[in-house]
């Protein structure tokens, strides 16, 4: 009998890997090859079977779901098929499914995927099962699972093999089943007040000089370097312009910069403009936005997260980031008479800034240094500078600040939002000028021309808000790093040759 075929770029087998192979032709020789079922019929699903036993009981079902564990006593048999709800108990007769069946059954491996026409019915432990009356081989899986008592522990094979992490460990398929909630929960919110969502380009002609930094790509048939969006701001306001007067986005966003606990270089963004509305209503309708998406997800507007409780119930703290930068060290940006002196200031404290930075470069260095890191319940930090808020809209009694604020939950930046700048004139010089930084940096940014050119049609006032979805998700799901809210995190592709290995049961 010729083995199940291994080419030349086939990664080394274990000996279990090899009997499962070995298995799988006996079946294919024998006619009956798993890989051409195209369908099986499912009637129940694990979770509707354990609610509704009173009314399931005696009544025949038809279940599927991936094999776990098995106990093989003699004549009969239990195991457990994990499906989309969760799993449950089968038991398995040979006098109820045939002597060749029960056989075939035995040599199902762990991991292979079954389907089950049976009874449903209580063992005498309290079990809720289903008495099998037919076993079929849907799927045969070649791999070995991780052993059910350590898992799968590994944390970077676990962010790689996504696909293995949910098998083994529940509690990732909740998170995930969590995050659909919370991302439904957004858009119903932002449905019921008036929203409509849109879906702007993801592949960019310009370069421009915000301070993320874009992934570059290339269209062969223009012939044009093009790059992955850094935000979905201009294009959302460009509709607001167009008449559209509350627009949002659910989208991804690519920046390529470094990874840590809350960055990934692909991440989900929720950006929202209001016409008419100020960065005070945006404030408003962050508040009740959490609030409404926390009780949605949770059914509370207290949330735990790594052992603290975060309070989300409205009204959330306010304070300016100069305020808070003289609470929290002493600093009064309001006597600051030259970015000398701030940087001056800086360099006194050993807060490094560049050797160009300005008073508002300063102040939020001093920010991230000394105030960010403490604000653990949720906190709207109000009025940046200028110099960092390109595109915000400036505070009519003092011109250095803008109407913007970011806000903050366990001592991290979850969004930002302003009164949007709808000065066409002002754009263009603070395009200007911060295409004229970078170039200074080194690095290419170019002035969105059709952007101004949009705000010279008019845009009326405006409140936008952009927040990080997953960050969100990290918080409602008691996450520590954006890796565990994320699918498929951005990984480093392991060495050409290398393999990933997992402690199973089978050797």
């Not at 038809?62 to 994990?82: C, D, P, Y």
């Not at 056989?103 to 099962?129: C, H, M, P, W, Y």
């Not at 260095?365 to 000394?370: G, K, P, Q, S």
């Amino acid at each position: 009998m010729a083995d199940y075929p291994v080419t030349p770029l086939t990664p080394p087998l274990t000996e279990q890997e090899i009997i499962r192979r070995q298995k799988l032709q006996k079946l294919i020789d024998a006619g009956e090859n798993p890989y051409e079922i195209t369908r099986f019929d499912v009637t129940h699903r694990s979770a509707a079977i354990l609610a509704g036993f009173e009314e399931l009981e005696g009544r025949e079902v038809s279940i599927a779901g991936r094999m776990t564990s098995r106990r093989v006593m003699g004549k009969a048999s239990f195991a457990h098929l994990l499906d989309g709800e969760g799993d449950i108990q089968i038991y398995v007769r040979r006098d109820d499914v045939g002597e060749e069946s029960y056989a075939a059954f035995k040599q199902d491996d762990i991991g292979d995927i079954l389907g089950v026409k049976g009874t449903v019915f209580r063992t005498q432990t309290g079990e809720i099962s289903v008495h099998a009356t037919s076993v079929t081989l849907l799927c045969k899986s070649l791999k070995v699972l991780p052993e059910k008592y350590h898992g799968l522990t590994d944390t970077d094979l676990r962010y790689r093999q996504r696909y293995v992490d949910m098998i083994v460990n529940p509690e990732v398929r909740d998170t995930f089943r969590k995050r659909s909630r919370i991302i439904a929960a957004v858009r119903e919110f932002l449905d019921s007040h008036g929203y409509i969502e849109v879906d702007t380009p993801v592949l960019h002609t310009l370069e421009i000089g915000a301070s993320a930094r874009p992934f570059r790509t290339h269209h062969n048939a223009l012939n044009l370097d093009m790059f992955l969006r850094i935000e979905t701001e201009l294009y959302l306001k460009r509709l607001i312009v167009g008449g559209f007067e509350r627009v949002y986005e659910v989208g991804r966003i690519f920046r390529n910069e470094g990874m840590d606990a809350t960055h990934n270089p692909e991440f989900t963004s929720v950006e929202t403009y209001q016409a008419y509305a100020d960065y005070k209503d945006i404030m408003e309708m962050v508040e009740q936005l959490y609030e409404f998406v926390a009780i949605k997800a949770l059914g509370t507007t207290d949330v735990n997260y790594q052992g603290q409780v975060i309070h989300l119930k409205a009204p959330w703290k306010r304070i300016t980031m100069a305020d808070a930068v003289r609470e929290a060290c002493g600093e009064d940006y309001s006597a600051w008479q030259s970015d000398e002196e701030a940087r001056a200031i800086c360099d006194k404290r050993g807060v490094h800034v560049e050797k160009d930075a300005r008073k508002g470069d300063c102040l939020a260095a001093l920010f991230d240094e000394y105030v960010e890191a403490s604000l653990v319940q949720p906190t709207f930090i109000m009025d940046y500078p200028v110099e960092i808020s390109p595109l915000a809209k400036r505070k009519p009694d003092n011109p250095e600040l803008t109407e913007r604020f970011e806000f903050f939950i366990t001592g991290h930046e979850m969004g930002n939002a302003f009164s949007e700048l709808n000065d066409p004139v002002d754009q263009r010089r603070r395009f200007e000028e911060q295409v004229a930084l970078r170039a200074s940096q080194g690095i290419h940014a170019e002035v969105d021309e059709d952007f101004v050119n949009a705000l010279e049609y008019g845009m009326p006032p405006t409140g936008g808000l952009g927040f990080g979805l997953d960050r969100l998700i990290m918080l409602l799901t008691d996450s520590a790093t954006i890796r565990d809210v994320l699918l498929f995190p951005t990984m480093k592709p392991l060495d050409a040759g290398s393999g990933d290995t997992v402690q199973n049961a089978e050797g």
